[in-house]
């Protein structure tokens, strides 16, 4: 099974601007670095403040 994995996207709000976004997770190589970044304040939102963990996953 060589299939690419699907992008996933997820809808964030971010706890800084207070704006709802849609980004893919950065998956870093420590668990710290999985997260998201703002488009519009730049700011790096930690997976585990990002909505909480109701993030759903959108199928595109
Ligand atoms: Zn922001």
């Known amino acids: 099974m060589t299939e690419a994995t699907p992008i996933e996207t997820f809808e964030v709000t971010c ?3 207070k704006r ?3 980004a893919q997770l950065m998956d870093g190589a ?3 670095h999985r997260g ?3 488009p519009r ?3 790096f939102i930690p997976y585990e ?3 909480g963990h109701t ?3 959108k199928a595109s």
């Open 30 to 32: 420590a668990a710290r």
């Open 55 to 57: 993030a759903e996953a």
């Open 36 to 38: 998201f970044k703002c």
């Open 20 to 22: 709802p976004f849609e």
């Open 49 to 51: 403040r990002a909505s």
């Open 15 to 17: 706890p800084h601007c």
């Open 41 to 43: 304040c730049r700011l």
